[in-house]
């Protein structure tokens, strides 16, 4: 039982990935068996982690002409890297190289050691007459080590070494032969089923779990046994959840009066894994009867999901009871399910079971859902707005959007309360489902403007989440009346509108950065401190109007600590006395003032922060495309001469394709 569920359960790791991830499918034993140019029994004389050369000692299906093998793809080229050494022994299903080239054409990792030893083996085993590679790095090679083999027939195979060297992996080597022998030649099924189910009526009653008994279930399984044994019928009542699984998966096969009986009794194992195989094998025909059966189950079913290691490409899903009981419901349109249904969405925290079970009622055609999408977005309980995306944009409703509303109008930058932030980001994006409704057109707008609307208060990084997020939303609504909130956004963030390309305001906006910061680099005095300033000027327009009216200014500080060698603690606590001396003398805002050394930011305003990428100019661009006037052709050429740099080659690349698609748009001139 523990190592039947150390296989199915997943632990959830967060591990930094590699830039590339090379994945694969692995093939079924059926595939494996039936497809393999040749499976035979080998012997390694000479390799290493990309290709090796094997002797074979005997041969199970196809021929050879050689005395010898080359054989390559059982290692990843992102790892593990499997190191075949001389003297061991596998048997192997091979291919040959020319039926499966994918993993091996790839680019994408070009220049790594590693993958560019396994494209030379590649190459070169693809060159030999006697070349021959795996199926996959994990699935067709079996280790044969003092006369046993390791494998397992419920997974496809595994070729780690860690699997190697537990004993308790590992099945009589003979038998694993036999039953190779008996799927390639038919003639010798009925006496190794024979032998099987003798060996079954023996140990099943005092059976422990190293004897893996499941693994000869599923050798009938897969030598397409039908017969119901009597063995059979008292595995159930068993308890061994490896022996009831296979025994499950069997069921698919098998006739005879008492396949009934024995799907019953697997329905009430106590193992969730078994009641979802049995589940699948249930027959979609006979809805009145069956469906009430499903029904039934549904009261006391799990909603646990079984999976294969995430970080294993050999991925082997087992979805929950639950969500295999509803597929089947909806599936057979079991329209008495849908009372139920609902009743479970209003008590579900699982997102994928409340998708399943509104799936089926749209299927259905059960309408009464909507209350209960509209309970879950004021009350998520469990589940994110994220989660109840989907069924938000089918129920694109009255009932359904003025919840939304709330939910942003609460609190518009959701403080620090991650999930918050987050079910509000998903909300804004919500609300763009709803094209051509002009209340949440004037609502976003609205939003967007209170949030932008004071240069003074201080931004952080979900401010720039949030302002990205309603100018994406409002193209989506194709808002032609969103450019005056989304150039007040541009203006909160760096400080500039289109009316800075004139000349004179944005010296006046150049030179007051140049003199606060001087100014503060002068009071410091120190050669490792440098200071840097941004201006915004509040009322541009007057001074366009009136020559000799005084520009209203708003700054914000950072202070950028040079070559520091001081630890963290001790540099915070040296920033602080500088902070109380700049504020006291400058009489600065100490929520305008920060400071940044490294990857290290102290009370940074996340519009001088350089950590922050400025995506939002992608959606910028985005809605000037389809909707920019020539005030935004200014607006381009001013981003692309202060804000972006020589380095900023994407976004420049960007912003010159949307400038000229602009030009197109309005009319050059």
Known sequence: MKRFRSIL?????????????????????HEMLSKSDIIGLFKVKEGNAYKARLEPIEIYKGQLK???????????????????????????FLQSPKKYTSRFNSSSGSGSTVANNLYRAYDFVRSQPNGYTAWTPTAGEVRIKNKRAYYDLVHTGFSYSNFHRKKENSLSSAMFIDFIKAYVQKSRRPQFKENLVRGLKMKLLIATEKDRLGEKIMMLYHLDNQEIYDVFMEIPHINNAEVQFALAKQLKKLKGGRKEELKLALLASPFTEVRSEVVEQISINNADVNGALLLKQLEEASDSALYANVMSPDQQDIASELVKIIDKLKEMNYKEASPKLLE?????????????AASALDHFGTTGYEDLLVERIREPNGLSIDDLRNLIYKNRSQAVKVPLMDLIASEITGGNDFEKKQDKLSAIECLSFFKGDIEIERF???????????????????????????????TKLESQQAQGAIHQSLFYWFGLTPDYHEDRLMSLKTESEKREASKLDEFINDPDRKAYARAFITNSTE?????GTSPNLIFIYKIQVLNNKRSFNALGDIIEGEKERLM???????????????RNLYNMDARLSMTIAFTFLDEYFAYVRSFGTKADINMLNIIEKHILGPRDKSDLRKLNETRTKLKKLIGDY
């Open 344 to 356: 479970m969405m209003a008590g579900t925290s699982d997102y994928y079971v409340f998708q399943k």
């Open 543 to 547: 001074l366009q109007k009136e020559r």
């Open 444 to 474: 976003m707008i609205d939003q967007l403007k209170q949030l932008t609307k004071d240069a003074s208060k201080r931004a952080r990084r979900s401010t720039h989440d949030f302002i990205e997020k309603y100018v994406e939303g409002l």
């Open 66 to 92: 050689d005395d010898h093998i080359w054989y390559t793809g059982y290692s990843n080229k992102f790892g593990p890297l499997d190191k075949l050494k001389p003297g061991e022994r596998y048997i192997l």
């Open 584 to 598: 006291n003398q400058f009489d600065i805002d100490p929520d305008n003032l920060g400071f940044t050394t490294g």
């Open 9 to 29: 359960f997943v632990s959830i790791l967060f591990v930094c990935l590699p830039l590339w991830a090379d994945t694969w499918s692995n093939p079924t034993w």
